[in-house]
């Protein structure tokens, strides 16, 4: 057991001794199920949240955070002495009858249960609380609702079946995709925080081309992204592109995930040109905006990367088929749906420059020249900090472009101009102006653990002094509380 899960049991048997009925329930508990270790936990007491927080807090020397006065939600955050990622128990009341807390949670993999002082015992399994077979669901590859009608009363659980049935590699149970596509044309009513959130996770998974298939089929992807709906059908000319727009936008996010996952890039023969180096898995998990990787942006911009090349397709005096302007275009396109999901500026500014210069990298260098100094400097200086990650939209782009019919000489050549731009000498200098306070600063203050939320607050932290709406650290903690406690009042019920 690691020390962390040690400290985790620990506090959970802390909290038994305070409130012997308290559970934990969802995420935390099929994670383990699965056999994934929870990256926090949530329990429902039968006491008030509240009081049990506050002598948890006196035992065990956690700190209380109220996170929602009307919902009692407090989370206790428990920081060791050896300043490892602090551990998050978030607490609220089941008011005496926990079957209908569980009956209210999205899927049955959701709606489980064990008392919290079996969690770190033997007996986890003889003590599991499963009223709806979430087990067997898991054991079954299946993603069952709940019960009939609870995707309906919240729409967002539409992004989440697909999610789940990725992350768990489950399948639709029929009912519940009826249900799934019943509901997933009120997407469009939903918060667009909660709808942008979902979509970050899928997009952040290790199989999002899987995930957008589901949302496709369920009728999800028209909702959040009715603008693909005119690619469908868009015949593209046969001696570059094997599917149509709307099929070659989908097979580019799978090539992403291919390119981005170390055992796919190192088992695909394919891949075998790519010019990656080991230090850009370290890249592509940078924070750009929103707390959301390189990677989750990169695999968004190769689903919207054509997105305009409907409306700008035309025909020559030769009868050659032209999208000219797709990429600027899409671009624009780009910033038009980022801003609906309200992204960040930094989020829509990335990913709407990559889809706008997704065709550069390939026009860099003309026939097999490789490409000069001057013009990859000239493309650094126009990309920036998008540079690199727009190459490995354009390598995604050109393996979903030729598909079967990939040519390894042709791509071996295109993978030299790649390489020639990838050189360490072009890259940019790093131009982040330092902070008022930094990443390790508000994991200590705010008892965070390393994750999205750190990268979300750093960049609403940058541009607020950047604007001069903050001048002090006081001014930066008061106004990430306050953006904390936001964040926090729009998490769902389950992980």
């Not at 940019?428 to 390393?450: I, Y």
Request: some cysteine; hydrophobic content about 40%; charged content about 30%.
């Amino acid at each position: 057991m690691g020390e962390e899960q040690a400290e985790l049991h620990a506090l959970l048997a802390a909290l038994s001794r305070i409130d012997p009925d308290a559970y934990v329930v969802g995420g935390a508990v099929r994670d383990r199920v699965a056999g994934v270790v929870p990256d926090d936990v949530d329990a429902v007491l039968s006491v008030p949240a509240e009081e049990a927080s506050e002598a948890l807090a006196a035992e065990t020397g956690a700190r209380r955070v109220v996170m929602d006065d009307i919902r009692g939600h407090v989370r206790l955050v428990y920081s060791s002495p050896d300043d490892a990622s602090p551990i998050w128990l978030d607490l609220t009341s089941h008011g005496g009858d926990l079957a209908a807390d569980l009956s209210r949670r999205d899927f049955t993999i959701n709606s489980m249960a064990v008392p919290v002082a079996a969690w770190p015992g033997n007996d986890f399994a003889d003590r599991l609380i499963d009223p709806f077979g979430g087990t067997k669901d898991l054991e079954r590859k299946t993603l069952r609702e709940t019960v009939p009608g609870n995707v309906a009363a919240d729409p967002v659980r539409v992004l989440r079946a697909a999610r789940f049935a990725t992350r768990f590699g489950l399948e639709l149970e029929p009912d519940t995709e009826d249900a799934v596509q019943l509901a997933a044309p009120r997407l469009t009513g939903v918060s667009a925080e909660r709808v942008r959130e979902e979509i970050y996770a899928i997009f952040g998974s290790r199989d999002a081309m899987k995930a957008v298939k589901i949302m496709d089929r369920t009728g999800a992807l028209s909702a959040v992204f009715p603008e693909l709906d005119a690619a469908r059908g868009v015949e593209q000319p046969p001696n570059h592109h094997y599917w149509d727009v709307f099929e070659h936008c989908v097979r580019t996010v799978g090539k992403a995930d291919a390119i981005l996952d170390g055992d796919r890039r190192r088992a695909c023969a394919d891949l075998a040109p790519l010019p990656w180096r080991e230090e850009f898995d370290a890249y592509f998990d940078e924070t750009v905006g929103d707390g959301q990787k390189r990677s989750t942006l990169l695999k968004m911009a190769a689903l919207l990367h054509d997105i305009a090349k409907p409306e700008t397709k035309s025909l020559d005096e030769d009868g050659r088929t032209r999208f000219l302007g797709h990429g600027e275009r899409g671009g624009e396109i780009v910033r038009e749906v980022l801003g609906r999901l309200r992204c960040s500026r930094r989020v829509v500014d990335h990913v709407s420059l990559m889809v706008q210069e997704h065709l550069r990298p390939g026009q860099i260098s003309s026939g097999r020249e490789l490409p000069s100094r001057r013009a990859v400097f000239r493309y650094y200086r126009d990309l920036g900090n998008s540079a690199k990650d727009t190459v490995f939209l354009s390598l995604s782009d050109y393996l979903a472009a030729r598909g079967p019919r990939l040519e390894a000489e042709d791509w071996q050549g295109f993978c030299r101009v790649a390489d020639v731009i990838l050189n360490p000498a072009f890259e940019p200098e790093d131009s982040k102006a330092s902070l008022l306070l930094n990443g390790n600063q508000l994991q200590r203050h705010f008892g965070l653990r390393p994750g999205p939320l750190i990268g979300r607050l750093l960049g609403l932290l940058r541009e607020a002094e950047a604007t001069g709406r903050i001048q002090t650290q006081d001014e930066a903690i008061k106004m990430l509380r306050s953006e904390i406690s936001r964040s926090e009042s729009r998490r769902g019920r389950t992980d």
